[in-house]
């Protein structure tokens, strides 16, 4: 592609940069932004600046969160002794979606994928031993998407946490193997939240 | 969707402005920055500030640019007898690149389209009228996407430009009815400038 001006160019180039944005989309967004008013352009960057300067991360769950401690965890009617382990914000916000779920969360920030360059230390798994050590916990909720990565974190957590001898399931296998947990429709997951099985039954499938 | 954090639903918000980004994909894109250095943010935000602010339009031709005179119209090698018109940067892109076009162009920002409030006065249409009354030109060749709002705006500059006799030809309909002229394979849109018809008979089919 050969631009008129280098700083459309970059405009495009820094928009096409973000995942499913290929060229001709992000310059389709570029020229949205530049027949739009100025403001447009100003709150959007605006926006994104100050999410990624003052966002900050629960001490407790580490979902995203503009105060120290979530509005789930501070919640005192929530049921701090059962803990749904997820992978990020978009499935804290799908399983509250369904109001099935009175406990808590435990947001790891990705999966273990050792292609990616992922490990256990990337994510808050740590924290979570901690909690379980300190004996605040009595079940653990595995739901994380059914793929390969997320079965072996699973895995992972679960053989860390067998010595304290806590509780531990997964959500029924009701969402269909590959897909992504966002994706499911309210029904399924809520039922899947209802129903969840022991760890140790789901390892026989 | 309820968010656990406002800075989180403000740039979602924002991101879901733009044109084919619904909320969840605007979730995306915002998590994926978030996951990403501070920097990457920066360079998408400072880049569409300067775009913004910064951006030139070309006094002859209206296409963007970063100087006064675009690259185009200051090159002494092109026909500034022939003007092709068109509709935003995307097109003056796509016909270039077919490398089968040696004249200027005149970019008008856009189609009239009474059901969007575009009238002839929103368009660039008064400076090209102007040009062609200065005697600067000898043809004008239409190529505006061959919708109903295109076929329309041509007509308009048509009989605007009737009295001053010059030559007025459009891009041979190879190009599908319908389609958008940015989405033309090269080789129909290189041979729809070639074989231009004389804007009367385009009047006939």
Known sequence: ?????????????????????????????????????????????????????????????????????????????RDASVVCVVEDVRDVMAIENTSQYRGQYHVLGGKISPLDGIGPQDLTIHSLVEKVKAGEIEEIIFALSSTMEGDTTNFYIYRQLEEYRIKTSTIARGIAVGDELEYADEVTLGRSILNRIPFENSLKN
Not at 4 to 15: F, G
Not at 17 to 39: M, N
């Open 1 to 77: 592609m050969e631009f008129s001006s280098k700083l459309l160019e970059q405009a495009v180039y820094e928009m096409s940069q973000l995942p499913g944005i290929g060229k001709r989309t992000a310059l389709r967004l570029v020229l949205h932004l530049l027949r739009q008013s100025e403001s447009q352009t100003e709150h959007l960057t605006q926006a994104l600046t100050k999410l990624r300067t003052d966002i900050k991360f629960c001490k407790n769950c580490h979902n995203i969160s503009d105060v120290e401690l979530c509005e789930i965890c501070s919640n005192p009617n």
